[in-house]
């Protein structure tokens, strides 16, 4: 062979490679053609948000109950939704989450908070509103960031002094109130010319007064007047500790006034004080056990009176709502305490408590809230004499049984009061 013809044999065969190796790549850079003419679906993709016009807000987290919550569905919901749209338009840097929670029972706010910080205290919220009667079920949790020097000093100064008392524990401020619940009477003066103060006022008419005896707030009207008359529910160690004596002669006169007539035989199937409420709207008693809230949101032009107690010493019971601070992280107890100082000032409470019915527990809220002068000196008087609900169920499933004993006739004061005492111990 010669030279030639061999150069030219490798030229045709390193020509052909390259041939080919460029059609390879042309067709490599075909678009292959869809076996089907059927649109592939499409994945639907979050919508971006829009960039903020401030720096990311910083989002504390508020666990709280359903009537709390910003919502354009209940009067309640909307004072919540301006309120809160107030404090963002003010603090842009600060948002809150909302965390609905059951108010009691298994589920509810206690029930989380207990079961969080003993298996799992990194979940805990930042700030928290409860019944300010379950508060000292978190003491020994250590899990409760004082407000002092968070809350401005003029607004914990404005509270009524037996409800900050109430909040306050060891000298500080441990939980914060923003409404106020307390029991009074309200009677009919076309059947009485003048409410009863005391129990022998009481005895001297001829009328019926009525108190739910049946269910769970049976035991508040039953504690009114045991507290009045200085009876003690637990010792400094928190065990149980009545006064036996005193225990007895709050059972007679449920027992004597039951048996003359004075207090309504329906009282064992009233189980709330909305029942009391609904009895005495019917015009079926003189008198009832109400709460404050029926007077505000529906009971204008109603008779109203403090609650006759033994000696016609003035006394209530008060259920409190308070903002508790779990967060020990500075950077975040600074956002949640500029919330809660944004829903004290007077104006918010207001509005909060003219739409929920409840009272504001501090002294300039109090004065906008409540227009009609008589029933604002007379609900403040009231606060300041009343008692807060323990929360002690043990104690108040004791005295329940023996109110309905003593009034179903199945046992006489002294022996109901023998069996709180043996159930207690």
Same mark, same amino acid.
């Given at each position: ?102 108010? /009691? ?81 309200? /009677? ?65 006169? /449920? ?171």
């Amino acid at each position: 062979m010669s030279k030639v013809a061999g150069h030219g044999i490798c030229f045709s065969v390193v020509a052909s490679l390259i041939l080919m190796a460029l059609l390879g790549c042309a067709v490599a850079e075909t678009p292959t053609p869809p076996a089907s003419l059927t649109p592939s679906p499409t994945v639907a993709k979050s919508p971006t948000p829009s960039p903020s016009p401030y720096a990311p807000p910083s989002t504390i987290t508020l666990w709280t109950t359903e009537a709390f919550l910003p919502s354009p569905d209940t009067s309640t919901g909307e004072v919540m939704e301006g309120i809160y749209q107030g404090f963002r338009e003010e603090h842009p840097d600060i948002a809150v989450q909302f965390v609905p929670k059951r108010p /009691y029972g298994k589920g509810g706010i206690l029930d989380f908070l207990l079961t969080a910080s003993a298996v799992a205290p990194q979940t805990l919220p930042d700030l928290v509103t409860i019944d300010l009667s379950q508060v000292e079920f978190l003491l020994g949790k250590e899990i409760l960031q004082p407000w002092d020097g968070l809350i401005p000093q003029e607004l914990a100064d404005d509270l009524l002094p037996r409800i900050r008392q109430a909040g306050s524990k060891e000298g500080q401020l441990v939980a914060f109130p923003f409404q106020v619940d307390i029991e009074h009477l309200v /009677y009919n003066p076309s059947l009485i010319d003048s409410p009863p103060r005391t129990w022998d006022e009481l005895q001297s008419q001829e009328t019926t007064y009525v108190f739910p005896a049946g269910g769970e707030e049976g035991v508040n009207s039953f504690l009114i007047h045991y507290l009045a008359l200085g009876g003690s529910l637990v010792d400094e160690e928190g065990n149980p500790d009545l006064d036996e004596a005193v225990l007895t002669q709050v059972l007679e006169f /449920y027992r004597e006034g039951y048996e003359a007539g004075y207090i309504s035989p329906s009282v064992l199937d009233l189980k709330s004080l909305d029942d009391s409420w609904a009895l005495f709207k019917e015009g079926g008693v003189a008198m009832a056990n109400v709460s404050s809230q029926h007077l505000l949101m529906e009971g204008a032009g109603q008779a109203y009176a403090p609650l006759p107690t033994k000696n016609g010493a003035q006394a209530t019971m008060a259920r409190c709502w308070a903002f508790v601070l779990l967060t020990p992280d500075p950077r975040r107890q600074a956002p949640a305490a500029e919330f809660v100082e944004w829903f004290l000032t007077p104006e918010n409470l207001t509005a909060w408590a003219q739409a929920s019915g409840h009272l504001p527990p501090s002294r300039s809220a109090l004065r906008l809230a409540i227009e009609d002068t008589g029933y604002r000196l007379f609900a403040r008087r009231q606060m300041e004499a009343a008692y807060l609900r323990p929360l002690n169920a043990e104690i108040a499933a004791a005295l329940q049984q023996a109110v309905v004993d003593v009034l179903s006739g199945n046992a006489t004061p002294q022996e109901a009061t023998d069996q709180v005492i043996q159930t207690l111990h």
